[in-house]
């Protein structure tokens, strides 16, 4: 089998070295792909939102079996135009890819369907926007309605915050046209878990659940990022929650986006709160969130592309999908000033002996070296019978990793460590 892989980032990398496992795999395409990538696939110079390209390369290489990974193409409607040409996604289409690309859309599904999640209020006027915060409840959360690369949510802690950030997206378009409506939502409080979960639209078959960190520094400091690190699974996500979210939030969402003529098909994230009052949706997500991927995957005992193909044909009830009871802990190391401004072009060293536990995320080759070049740059990640274990052995190969102006937070997994003894 020929397959093809939208994407040049971490989790794509992720992807491809699971699917590479099945041993019908004769070839791997990734556009873009990266440096790192490249190791494991074809890389073919094509934005992973130029879907006209993307098309015409499928077809033109005969390509049998496409994954769409980032949110832009699947919002875009990539694998509606893949499909019209007969190449069979995993991915949602336009209409499903909805549940992350509007804010708004999925505020207001939830509402309809009663999918517990924070109470909001929905703006397109600036000015009502910032009469509102005049007596909102304090902190609170401001969400761009549109994509912004991970970045468009800003928690407000004084009334102020939440003004500029309000101005920012709504005037200023810090995050373009998504900021043309926003979300002003309450906020919530307790311990948040990452769950991914494939589904055809009829079952839903969630992963090992994982902790994100978000923030830039040590003790969650600092800005907010795509992710410095993941671990799996999440300590406080227990066996009695889960049963709950099944009940109460993961089934419901999927029947709610039939009911919404909005099949999905794919992976869906969700996002959760674990508040006082049981869990809440933060955030929905149309595909395999980045690092949580780079910890999860490897925990899939089942063959991706067997599981994959089951949410596309519609049978994922017949197939099996088992995890690994070990731990995960992906290290992300980054270059340094990410998430704002950062240089790049620097050689990267990453020992033969532990590269199939690394996941690159920004690199290129230039002259037969692999040089940074991102802001993510590669995320370590390693499994082992408990978490200390794998926190342990995720920063040994961080140490053995070396390219200039590197930068990681040295706390991955701490706070999970910390549950598990509570």
């Known amino acids: 089998m020929k397959l093809l892989v939208v994407g040049g980032g971490g989790r794509e990398h992720a992807i491809i070295k699971k699917l590479k496992e099945n041993k019908n795999v004769e070839e791997i395409f990734a556009l873009p792909g990266n440096g790192g990538i490249a190791m494991d696939a074809v890389c073919v110079n094509i934005s992973a939102t130029n879907i006209p390209e993307i098309v015409e390369f499928a077809v033109n290489n005969n390509i049998d079996y496409a994954v769409v990974a980032p949110d832009d193409p699947l919002v ?70 549109g994509l912004a690369l991970g970045k468009g949510v800003i928690i407000a802690m004084t009334r ?43 079952t839903v078959v969630p992963m ?73 949706v933060i955030e ?55 998430p704002e401004s950062y240089d790049k072009g620097f050689e990267m060293i990453i020992p033969q002996s532990i590269s199939d536990n690394v996941y690159v995320a920004g690199a290129k080759i230039e002259n037969g070296k692999l040089l940074t070049n991102g802001g993510r740059v590669l995320g370590a990640t390693a499994i082992a019978d408990t978490l200390q274990d794998a926190i342990d052995s995720a920063y040994s190969m961080v140490e053995e990793i070396t390219f200039e102006n590197a930068y990681y937070r040295n706390d991955i997994g701490a706070k999970a460590l910390k549950a598990g003894k509570e």
């Open 76 to 145: 875009l409607g990539c694998v509606d135009a893949l499909e019209e040409k007969g190449i069979p996604c995993f991915g949602p289409k336009a209409n499903a890819a909805i549940i992350e690309g509007s804010k708004v859309f999925s505020k207001n599904l939830m509402k309809k369907y009663g999918i517990p999640t924070a109470q909001y209020e929905v703006f397109s006027d600036m000015k009502k926007a910032l009469d509102y915060l005049e007596t909102a409840p304090i902190p609170t959360v401001i969400k761009a309605d």
């Open 160 to 202: 102020e915050e939440a003004k500029q950030a309000v101005i920012e997206m709504m005037q200023d378009k810090k995050f373009g046209k998504s900021g043309d409506n926003i979300v002003i939502e309450e906020f919530l409080t307790g311990p948040e878990v990452s769950v991914l979960s494939f589904t055809d639209g009829k």
């Open 208 to 280: 090992i659940s994982s902790m994100d960190h978000k923030r830039a520094g040590n003790n969650d400091t600092g800005l907010n990022t795509g992710g410095m690190g993941t671990v799996a699974p999440n300590p406080y996500y227990t066996k009695e929650i889960a049963d709950e979210c099944m009940k109460k939030i993961f089934l419901p969402t999927v029947n709610a986006m039939n009911a919404e003529g909005r099949t999905f098909k794919g992976c869906l994230y969700f996002g959760l709160m674990l508040t006082e009052k049981g869990p809440k």
């Open 284 to 338: 929905y997500n149309c595909r395999f969130g980045d690092p949580e991927t780079q910890v999860v995957l490897p925990l899939l005992e089942s063959d991706l592309l067997t599981v994959m193909q089951a949410t596309t044909n519609g049978t994922l009830a017949e197939c099996d999908v088992t995890f690994s009871e070990k731990n995960a802990c992906c290290v992300i190391m980054a270059s340094k000033g990410y």
